[in-house]
């Protein structure tokens, strides 16, 4: 990969990468220093990364970076504090958007991803595993559910579409 | 058969399984019950029949099925919602849900689980991301340092030399076409003051002879002053020439050139001609009679700044007739880049400070040096 095409993959995938990271942590600062992350592996790896995989090779790290941050940070119990309530103030709204990235927020992180990479960035099973580090049965039934507490969200009377 | 204690064990391993009649299952227990010491091997292989366990199925609800849709219709529609259906799936699935009412609702829900793509967030700090490589470096070695001082020092020194040439060529060019009327005029006069004149123009001359440009221009005036053949042109014999002929009055040729110049010399009435000439030059020819005085070969070079200013001086004196070609040099230095564009600052100046040269002095700077 040379400088040139790196640089025409930060216009074409910083922001895909920043909306993947950010609507996970819902941490701006903490979103900007994964994608700083993923981008510097990448010009680190350069040599090795094709122009064709750089996305994937991003999402990848980006999701792995993510992850560990999650862990590290134990963010997991706040994110579902801060689920409930954004959850409650949601109540009083219909728009569809919201109730969606309201019940979106109500997945864990491994189910949020999928989702996202699937109605995102448009990956197939296969590829969503190589970036996940699941296979393609797993990311067909973790995506499945996730769909089905997703319906289960939006039809509640609560949440009423 | 009966039971007894060489063939129990078949017996128990039955009873256990309750494989044995109601009539043997009695004949066992008789026996347990005769021979006590039996009864803890029946209790052992007892124990090792697995019980039955209860496990409940917790995700019955996933297999039955939902507001009227099956299971494995869900997930093909789910598959047809990511885009992971084969074709002949989708097309099942679209056709059921234009058919089924509960599938079309279903269908409708799930569409709306699915994520906008146009929802948009910009990284706002891509600017920090972008690499920008510095180029290449190449280091300059000490030689090529070297190497490139010497170039420009050449083409320095080139470039002045040029410029110098052609300032010095030009004004060199006019002296002897400045100087020789005059010369020619007093040689008409008085021929021992001419020669003095002579002796010390010579040199002059001999300076142009290295110019093709001062020869060329020169040639025509010999040949009207002095009607000689073209072969008499050769230029160190030429300039001895003319004086010598100048001086005796005849077109015939010297047989040598230093014979009249030592005669000439050696005549101890041209010096004071000659000291007896100088006061009556006119302030006009003043600049000329100096540059006559001054043409010592080693002269020449070290006064051409000298001449070119004493040529400038007389500019404004154009009606003096023997200033023609002097003139004319002047016009070809004004037509010259440098020479014109000096000559605009110079009438600009006058202009604009409103004063004139005097013709005794120089003003550079606008500041005034006396010239004597």
């Known amino acids: 990969m040379t400088e040139q095409e790196y640089n025409e993959c930060v216009t074409l995938y910083a922001d895909n990468v920043y909306r993947f990271v950010l609507k996970n942590l819902r941490h701006e600062e903490d979103a900007r220093d994964v994608v700083q992350t993923a981008f510097e592996k990448m010009w680190v790896n350069r040599q090795q990364v094709e122009n064709s995989r750089c996305k994937s090779f991003l999402f990848t790290v980006a999701y792995n970076q993510m992850i560990d941050h999650i862990r590290k940070n134990k963010r997991v119990v706040l994110k579902d504090e801060f689920g409930e309530t954004e959850k409650t103030i949601n109540r009083q709204q219909h728009d569809v958007k919201k109730a969606l990235q309201a019940a979106l927020n109500t997945l864990n992180e491994t189910q949020r991803s999928l989702v996202m990479l699937k109605d995102y960035e448009g990956y197939n099973y296969e590829e969503i595993g190589k970036i996940t580090g699941l296979n393609a049965s797993q990311v067909k039934v973790y995506l499945h559910r996730a769909r089905l507490?997703?319906?289960?969200?939006?039809?509640?009377?609560?949440?009423?579409i | 058969m009966l039971i007894n204690r060489n063939n129990y064990e078949e017996f128990f391993l039955l009873y256990i399984d309750k494989e044995l009649s109601p009539a043997d299952t009695e004949a066992v227990?008789?026996?347990?019950?005769?021979?006590?010491?039996?009864?803890?091997e029946l209790n052992l292989l007892q124990q090792s029949i697995a019980l039955p366990e209860t496990k409940e199925f917790t995700h019955k609800e996933n297999l039955l099925a939902q507001n009227g849709i099956i299971p494995s219709l869900m997930e093909k529609l789910m598959l047809h919602l990511d885009g992971e259906a084969s074709a002949v799936d989708s097309l099942l699935v679209e056709q059921v849900v234009q058919k089924d009412k509960n599938a079309a609702a279903e269908w409708t829900i799930l569409q709306q689980t699915k994520l906008d793509k146009a929802d948009n967030i910009v990284f706002p700090y891509k600017q920090q991301l972008y690499k920008k490589s510095t180029g290449r470096v190449v280091a300059i070695r000490w030689w090529r340092m070297?190497?490139?001082?010497?170039?420009?020092g050449f083409g320095l020194f080139t470039g002045i030399n040029f410029l110098k040439n052609n300032n010095t060529g030009h004004s060199v060019a006019s002296v002897p076409a400045t100087v020789t009327p005059g010369l020619k005029n007093e040689t008409s006069i008085d021929p021992a003051n001419k020669t003095t004149l002579n002796t010390a123009i010579q040199p002059a001359n001999n300076t142009t002879q290295n110019t093709p440009l001062t020869a060329a221009a020169r040639q025509p005036q010999q040949t009207k002053a002095n009607p000689l053949p073209p072969s008499y042109t050769q230029p160190a014999q030429k300039n001895t020439d003319v004086l010598a002929t100048a001086q005796q009055k005849q077109n015939t040729l010297p047989t040598t050139n230093a014979s009249p110049l030592e005669k000439i010399n050696n005549n101890a009435s041209?010096?004071?001609d000659m000291a007896s000439v100088t006061p009556v030059v006119t302030n006009n020819d003043i600049a000329k009679i100096e540059v006559v005085k001054s043409n010592t070969p080693a002269a020449i070079q070290t006064n051409t700044l000298a001449i070119?200013?004493?040529f400038n001086t007389t500019d404004e004196d154009e009606d003096d007739g023997r200033y023609a070609v002097n003139d004319e040099s002047d016009n070809k230095r004004s037509r010259s880049k440098i020479g014109g564009f000096l000559k605009k600052i110079k009438r600009t100046i006058e202009r604009k400070t409103n004063t004139a040269n005097s013709d005794d002095e120089i003003k550079i700077a606008n500041l005034s040096f006396a010239v004597h």
Do not use: S
């Open chain 1, 149 to 160: 507490q997703l319906r289960e969200y939006l039809v509640k009377p609560e949440n009423v």
């Open chain 2, 308 to 310: 070119n200013t004493a």
């Open chain 2, 270 to 272: 041209n010096n004071l």
């Open chain 2, 146 to 152: 070297a190497a490139a001082a010497i170039v420009i």
């Open chain 2, 29 to 40: 227990e008789a026996f347990i019950a005769a021979n006590p010491d039996l009864a803890a």
